[in-house]
């Protein structure tokens, strides 16, 4: 039987295991939805605007391991993906992007809801495709997965002319894929391995430092063990948060610009620094010239791009997180390790003066404070997702995180808007899971609107809004950079939020005192329902540590006018 090439599109979806599709339809990709209609496999859900599927199709793929996928339709459907496509690439997300265009005929001429998507996404996907013949569709699709999943995991777009996908598909989906030129490196260099295990038996201030990548890779259960091993400690990237469990001894959080004091200070004197699946970005390192200055630094990554790029690097690694690990520990395990015991003590030292920027709350209720206590009425057996300000930094400084793929947020594109949506995703991949987003005021109204598929859907999604009428972040920028002059970050206008809630037919609380968080946060963790929660604090809670433009990660302005130096 002649099948169309939205069919074969869509038997493609099934023959990856895709069973969840987040969309949003329109006139050149209802041939498509046509044909997903008439699949027994695979659930459509209709998310509010094309960002929210992107973000939702990225939480459900950092959650579940899977490739996420959401579809939209040409024109405005497909650049409203844009946002969305940008922060999954920037985080190595394993996405499949589905955009319909206008008929082949009339590309280039400038047709209703057109718009030359895969030019717009080309510096933002892993790889894109403008289908040209139905035929090509089942090979685009197997390869499409196979990219996006693989090496470094990233978005692929597939854009699909109308006339094409009701064009009839004579060929089968293939066996395998044949891509010629993409070869990753999957193990790394035995040489190379040698050298970096001389340098951990040497060191004597030796700092392992997690990223994202060895979330991706699953690799976390290693990243201990070395760590273990080695007696070093460890520091995590924003991305790698949930590497290690927060309250294992040797992890001292998370390093940058707002991280930790005691990961700061180390990174800062050791003299090895082992740096896995993580980029080197500026959030990270401070002034460059400052970063780890007394270290040589191991590098290992799965995207040779990546190693050199912004930090200098003694002994690179390309390769699979997991197989350079494990081939690091075979080596290591056979030999007799000496341990640093003076240097233990001292980072120990550090760990316990973290954060000791923050004095006591008082009557006063703050973001702090509040995640203080989810972690204890939670038992950190959660997922949290996290937007973007203020509340996404004091989020990764003092939540208790046991597990990886339990911290998910917009690291390298700083996306408002992401927390929401992302948790639609995550909880889709984790039904039995409790799901909190952790948001402002600011981040929340650029994508509240996915309330209605959360409701849709009966998501249990717990949200908490951490309301301080203001552009938190951009207002303590201008506190640090514009002399205290603040501009345009006063948010007047904030609707009512519980009765927003009740608005959408959801559960609303308000939280206004300390004396308030247990009895709310009880409630809302074990109501089983979709709940939002305003929590009211001060628009003069600023983020401690914060490291300044210019200045190396032990530089940092503690607070009360205060530095660490």
Request: glycine residues 10%.
């Given at each position: 039987?002649?099948?169309?090439?939205?069919?074969?599109?869509?038997?493609?979806?099934?023959?990856?295991?895709?069973?969840?599709?987040?969309?949003?339809?329109?006139?050149?990709?209802?041939?498509?939805?046509?044909?997903?209609?008439?699949?027994?496999?695979?659930?459509?859900?209709?998310?509010?605007?094309?960002?929210?599927?992107?973000?939702?199709?990225?939480?459900?793929?950092?959650?579940?391991?899977?490739?996420?996928?959401?579809?939209?339709?040409?024109?405005?459907?497909?650049?409203?993906?844009?946002?969305?496509?940008?922060?999954?690439?920037?985080?190595?997300?394993?996405?499949?992007?589905?955009?319909?265009?206008?008929?082949?005929?009339?590309?280039?001429?400038?047709?209703?809801?057109?718009?030359?998507?895969?030019?717009?996404?080309?510096?933002?996907?892993?790889?894109?495709?403008?289908?040209?013949?139905?035929?090509?569709?089942?090979?685009?699709?197997?390869?499409?997965?196979?990219?996006?999943?693989?090496?470094?995991?990233?978005?692929?777009?597939?854009?699909?002319?109308?006339?094409?996908?009701?064009?009839?598909?004579?060929?089968?989906?293939?066996?395998?894929?044949?891509?010629?030129?993409?070869?990753?490196?999957?193990?790394?260099?035995?040489?190379?391995?040698?050298?970096?295990?001389?340098?951990?038996?040497?060191?004597?201030?030796?700092?392992?430092?997690?990223?994202?990548?060895?979330?991706?890779?699953?690799?976390?259960?290693?990243?201990?063990?070395?760590?273990?091993?080695?007696?070093?400690?460890?520091?995590?990237?924003?991305?790698?948060?949930?590497?290690?469990?927060?309250?294992?001894?040797?992890?001292?959080?998370?390093?940058?610009?707002?991280?930790?004091?005691?990961?700061?200070?180390?990174?800062?004197?050791?003299?090895?620094?082992?740096?896995?699946?993580?980029?080197?970005?500026?959030?990270?390192?401070?002034?460059?010239?400052?970063?780890?200055?007394?270290?040589?630094?191991?590098?290992?990554?799965?995207?040779?791009?990546?190693?050199?790029?912004?930090?200098?690097?003694?002994?690179?690694?390309?390769?699979?997180?997991?197989?350079?690990?494990?081939?690091?520990?075979?080596?290591?395990?056979?030999?007799?390790?000496?341990?640093?015991?003076?240097?233990?003590?001292?980072?120990?030292?550090?760990?316990?003066?973290?954060?000791?920027?923050?004095?006591?709350?008082?009557?006063?209720?703050?973001?702090?404070?509040?995640?203080?206590?989810?972690?204890?009425?939670?038992?950190?057996?959660?997922?949290?997702?996290?937007?973007?300000?203020?509340?996404?930094?004091?989020?990764?400084?003092?939540?208790?995180?046991?597990?990886?793929?339990?911290?998910?947020?917009?690291?390298?594109?700083?996306?408002?808007?992401?927390?929401?949506?992302?948790?639609?995703?995550?909880?889709?991949?984790?039904?039995?899971?409790?799901?909190?987003?952790?948001?402002?005021?600011?981040?929340?109204?650029?994508?509240?609107?996915?309330?209605?598929t959360a409701k849709e859907q009966g998501?249990?999604?717990?949200?908490?809004?951490?309301?301080?009428?203001?552009?938190?972040?951009?207002?303590?920028?201008?506190?640090?950079?514009?002399?205290?002059?603040?501009?345009?970050?006063?948010?007047?206008?904030?609707?009512?939020?519980?009765?927003?809630?009740?608005?959408?037919?959801?559960?609303?609380?308000?939280?206004?005192?300390?004396?308030?968080?247990?009895?709310?946060?009880?409630?809302?963790?074990?109501?089983g329902k979709l709940s939002l929660v305003?929590?009211?604090?001060?628009?003069?809670?600023?983020?401690?540590?914060?490291v300044l433009a210019g200045k190396g990660?032990?530089?940092?302005?503690?607070?009360?006018?205060?530095?660490?130096?």
């Open positions: 039987m002649t099948i169309t090439g939205a069919q074969a599109l869509v038997r493609g979806l099934e023959a990856e295991g895709v069973t969840i599709v987040f969309g949003y339809p329109g006139g050149a990709i209802l041939p498509v939805y046509d044909a997903l209609r008439e699949s027994k496999k695979i659930k459509h859900v209709l998310v509010r605007q094309e960002q929210g599927g992107a973000h939702a199709a990225s939480g459900f793929a950092r959650v579940s391991g899977k490739t996420g996928v959401c579809m939209a339709t040409s024109g405005p459907g497909a650049t409203n993906l844009v946002t969305g496509i940008a922060t999954a690439y920037m985080d190595s997300i394993p996405m499949v992007i589905i955009t319909g265009q206008v008929a082949t005929h009339m590309v280039g001429t400038d047709a209703f809801q057109e718009v030359d998507i895969t030019g717009i996404t080309h510096p933002i996907t892993k790889h894109n495709y403008l289908v040209q013949c139905a035929d090509d569709i089942p090979r685009i699709v197997k390869e499409a997965f196979h990219i996006a999943s693989t090496g470094r995991p990233g978005p692929v777009l597939i854009d699909i002319p109308k006339d094409v996908a009701e064009s009839p598909c004579r060929e089968e989906i293939p066996e395998t894929v044949n891509l010629p030129g993409y070869k990753p490196t999957l193990r790394g260099h035995g040489a190379q391995i040698k050298t970096a295990c001389q340098l951990m038996e040497e060191a004597k201030k030796p700092l392992i430092q997690g990223g994202g990548g060895v979330i991706t890779a699953d690799a976390g259960k290693k990243l201990v063990k070395l760590a273990e091993l080695l007696q070093a400690p460890v520091i995590t990237t924003l991305m790698g948060l949930g590497a290690i469990p927060t309250e294992h001894p040797l992890f001292l959080g998370m390093l940058g610009i707002h991280g930790h004091s005691a990961a700061n200070q180390a990174i800062t004197e050791c003299d090895l620094l082992i740096s896995v699946g993580a980029r080197f970005d500026d959030r990270m390192t401070g002034a460059v010239e400052k970063f780890a200055p007394e270290a040589k630094i191991i590098h290992i990554d799965i995207d040779p791009a990546e190693i050199g790029k912004n930090v200098r690097v003694d002994v690179p690694i390309v390769g699979h997180v997991n197989l350079v690990l494990q081939a690091i520990l075979e080596r290591l395990e056979q030999k007799n390790l000496a341990r640093c015991p003076d240097w233990f003590r001292q980072v120990q030292e550090w760990k316990k003066e973290t954060p000791s920027s923050y004095p006591e709350c008082g009557e006063i209720l703050t973001t702090r404070l509040v995640i203080q206590r989810l972690n204890q009425i939670s038992r950190g057996e959660i997922i949290v997702t996290a937007d973007v300000g203020q509340h996404q930094m004091f989020a990764a400084q003092f939540l208790n995180l046991k597990y990886p793929k339990s911290f998910l947020t917009s690291g390298g594109l700083g996306t408002m808007g992401y927390g929401f949506p992302a948790a639609v995703g995550a909880q889709m991949a984790k039904p039995g899971a409790a799901v909190v987003c952790i948001t402002g005021d600011g981040s929340f109204q650029m994508t509240m609107n996915e309330l209605a998501l249990p999604i717990k949200v908490l809004i951490f309301n301080n009428s203001c552009l938190g972040l951009v207002r303590q920028l201008q506190h640090f950079y514009c002399d205290g002059r603040q501009t345009a970050v006063e948010m007047t206008g904030n609707p009512d939020f519980v009765k927003l809630a009740g608005a959408y037919g959801i559960e609303g609380f308000r939280i206004s005192h300390p004396s308030e968080i247990d009895g709310v946060l009880e409630e809302v963790l074990h109501n305003d929590c009211v604090i001060n628009c003069e809670e600023l983020v401690y540590p914060t990660l032990n530089e940092m302005v503690i607070g009360n006018g205060g530095s660490h130096e």
